[in-house]
């Protein structure tokens, strides 16, 4: 079953080894980062001209930091300028397409956008993705329950699998940055008392 309407294969739902892929590079990532800090350690205490090395990863760690600080803030301003929540949302690319990879071929991300209103749950891809893809909308009277599971660590934070189960079986799985700002609504609009 899928998502969308169509049988798919259960071994089509590639999400989970997506998500141990991108956490091992994380993990990488968070290694070499600390072997290069305490490298530039070790060489300043052997060699007085390296005293600045060590900015160098701590610069790299600022800069990591405040991108991820300053896209928050853009984001929650989407949320606002909206008047409903948005968040960054990756879907597998076989799933979002709706065909499979040849075989060989590992599953990707596709970045995107979910969009939760009171009507639906709707997905977009990013600007930025070079091929089509249609959107994906769930509508909230076809989605019976969501549950959301964190699966960020201190490197990448903020992550969660979010699964929307639909009336009838079917599942739909993205990886979403800032789950919690799903939970936010604005309240309904009386239109009868603006005047």
Known sequence: MSAFGRDVDPGFDTLAPWIARRHRGYRLLAGGWLAAAALSGLLVLVRDELVLLPLAPIGCGAA?????????????????????????????WTVAAGRRLPPGWLDAPLPGELHRTP???????????????????????????VTITPVGDAVAGGRAQLRLYLHGGATADLLVRSPARLLWMPPPVDHAHRA
């Open 64 to 92: 990591w930091a405040a991108w991820h600080w300053i896209s928050d803030r853009w984001w929650a301003a989407r949320c606002h300028r909206a008047g409903h929540p948005v968040v960054r949302a990756d879907l597998c």
């Open 119 to 145: 009507e639906a749950w709707t997905w977009r891809p990013s600007h930025w993705v070079t091929f089509k893809v249609p959107s994906r909308s769930w509508p909230a009277d076809d989605v019976a329950a």
